[in-house]
């Protein structure tokens, strides 16, 4: 999405627009030209290449809608989500079916179509006001009088032009006041066309509910999958702890007590030691258990909330981390054990790779949000794609239909944010 927003007050939501409408006009260009490339691969459906051509065609258009939807997105404050079913990767005539039998597909095709029409009466014409405003001052100021001087007829709406201000005054004023007019008008209604061009788009470009249906149903079974995924992996992690660590201690304390026992009469001395070092490996044993269940679920979890949570994870952190909190309540347990758990692995990544001297971790709920962020002032370069883990984290949180955004310019900062909805109990 681009990174301009729509902007609530001042004079600067007025302004952008004409700015906006042309750039979106601008965009038009290249979304033409792929509507002819995907126009010239339908029509050759019949010679058989166009089973093959037709996919790529298509994917270029949805990758420039895409680019629009952001666009529209981000300027009139009107959520315009990708609305294509998924394409299977199977053969070319399996690829071509799907994306066929996809509504959005023609839904595109009828937008191109008819979108340089609804374009020119709302998202453009807050631009073509404002320039047929400046148009009049120009003429009034001095092309009025150049193009008298060369025996020119020149008419501005129903005002017809005799010169410029220096000549007739009167005449080039009128025609100022009419520029003024123009540009003011356009300036004034812009916002509210450009509101009108986001609903047209949304009707459009904006998934149907029965794409939106399918693509729910998709994203619940790919998180559902990794739900059970996760889950089978921390069960054999949790049973690995348990072979390897507390488990083998207390057989061995069973047998140290088994020969204390045998001891104790013949050799008083020799129980007393085996006795100690049992001792001691209860000791360690119960510390291991107490890890093992700190990382299922942590106590200070279940009885402080996320929050302090967090800020107990910042305590054992080998960075000094600032913790800010802003939870007037608390979530349910299974997003608070998902936040938790995001947060323990990012840090763990920062600690890792990032070089960082210092951490900033942000808490707060916002618009039935839970919102995290988490800033460090490292060498940047993070990727979704790397080996960073972050791809998992982004995985599990999907379970709660959460998102995670990341900020990684090479040099830093690194910015990594986490929204799951909830609503928040009383504390």
Not at 18 to 28: A, I
Not at 65 to 88: E, M, Q
């Given at each position: 999405m681009s990174g301009d927003v729509v902007l609530k007050s001042g004079i600067g939501r007025y302004t952008a627009v004409?700015?906006?409408?042309?750039?979106?006009?601008?965009?038009?260009f290249p979304l033409l030209f792929a509507s002819v490339a995907v126009m010239v691969a339908f029509s050759l459906v019949g010679a058989g290449i166009g089973i093959f051509l037709v996919p790529p065609a298509?994917?270029?258009?949805?990758?420039?809608?895409?680019?629009?939807?952001?666009?529209?997105?981000?300027?009139?404050?009107?959520?315009?989500?990708?609305?294509?079913?998924?394409?299977?990767?199977?053969?070319?005539?399996?690829?071509?079916?799907?994306?066929?039998?996809?509504?959005?597909?023609?839904?595109?095709?009828?937008?191109?179509?008819?979108?340089?029409?609804?374009?020119a009466f709302t998202a453009s014409l807050s631009?073509?006001?404002?320039?047929?405003?400046?148009?009049?001052?120009?003429?009034?100021?001095?092309?009025?009088?150049?193009?008298?001087?060369?025996?020119?007829n020149e008419w501005y709406t129903f005002v017809p032009l005799?010169?410029?201000?220096?000549?007739?005054p009167v005449n080039a004023g009128l025609i100022?006041?009419?520029?003024?007019?123009?540009?003011?008008?356009?300036?004034?209604?812009?916002?509210?066309?450009?509101?009108?061009?986001?609903?047209?788009?949304?009707?459009l470009l904006g998934p149907t509910e029965k794409s939106r249906l399918a693509l729910r149903v998709q994203h619940l079974s790919e998180t559902r999958a990794d739900a059970v995924d996760a889950s089978?992996?921390?069960?054999?992690?949790?049973?690995?702890?348990?072979?390897?660590?507390?488990?083998?201690?207390?057989?061995?304390?069973?047998?140290?007590?088994?020969?204390?026992?045998?001891?104790l009469d013949r050799d008083p001395e020799r129980a007393r030691i085996l006795l100690a070092e049992t001792r001691e490996s209860s000791a360690k044993a119960?510390?291991?258990?107490?890890?093992?269940?700190?990382?299922?679920?942590?106590?200070?979890?279940?009885?402080?909330?996320?929050?302090?949570a967090v800020k107990a994870l910042a305590l054992d952190h080998p960075l000094p981390v600032e913790v800010a909190v802003d939870l007037p309540g608390r979530p349910d347990a299974p997003v608070e054990s998902a936040a938790y758990f995001a947060v323990s692995e990012i840090l763990t990544n920062v600690a890792k790779h990032s070089g960082a001297r210092r951490v900033w971790v942000d808490v707060r709920h916002e618009a039935g949000m839970l919102r995290i962020s988490v800033t460090d002032d490292g060498q940047g370069g993070a990727?979704?794609?790397?080996?960073?883990?972050?791809?998992?984290?982004?995985?599990?949180?999907?379970?709660?239909?959460?998102?995670?955004?990341?900020?990684?310019?090479?040099?830093g900062p690194t910015i990594v944010t986490l929204e799951l909805p909830c609503e928040l109990l009383s504390s």
């Open positions: 004409p700015w906006r409408g042309l750039r979106l006009w601008l965009l038009s298509v994917m270029m258009l949805r990758s420039l809608l895409d680019t629009h939807r952001g666009l529209v997105s981000g300027w009139t404050g009107r959520r315009v989500d990708r609305p294509y079913l998924p394409v299977p990767e199977g053969s070319p005539m399996q690829r071509f079916s799907a994306i066929i039998q996809d509504p959005a597909t023609w839904r595109d095709m009828a937008f191109l179509l008819l979108d340089p029409i609804v374009a631009f073509l006001l404002f320039l047929y405003g400046v148009y009049g001052w120009v003429l009034a100021a001095f092309v009025g009088r150049i193009i008298k001087e060369h025996g020119g005799q010169g410029s201000f220096s000549d007739h100022a006041g009419l520029g003024t007019a123009y540009a003011l008008t356009g300036l004034y209604f812009g916002p509210r066309l450009m509101d009108a061009y986001g609903r047209w788009t949304q009707s089978a992996r921390e069960l054999r992690r949790i049973e690995r702890d348990l072979h390897d660590g507390a488990q083998a201690r207390l057989v061995a304390m069973g047998m140290s007590l088994g020969a204390i026992e045998h001891l119960l510390r291991e258990l107490r890890d093992l269940v700190r990382g299922i679920h942590p106590p200070v979890l279940a009885d402080r909330g996320v929050g302090d990727s979704l794609d790397g080996g960073t883990g972050l791809r998992g984290i982004e995985r599990r949180i999907g379970t709660f239909d959460g998102v995670l955004a990341l900020s990684s310019p090479p040099g």
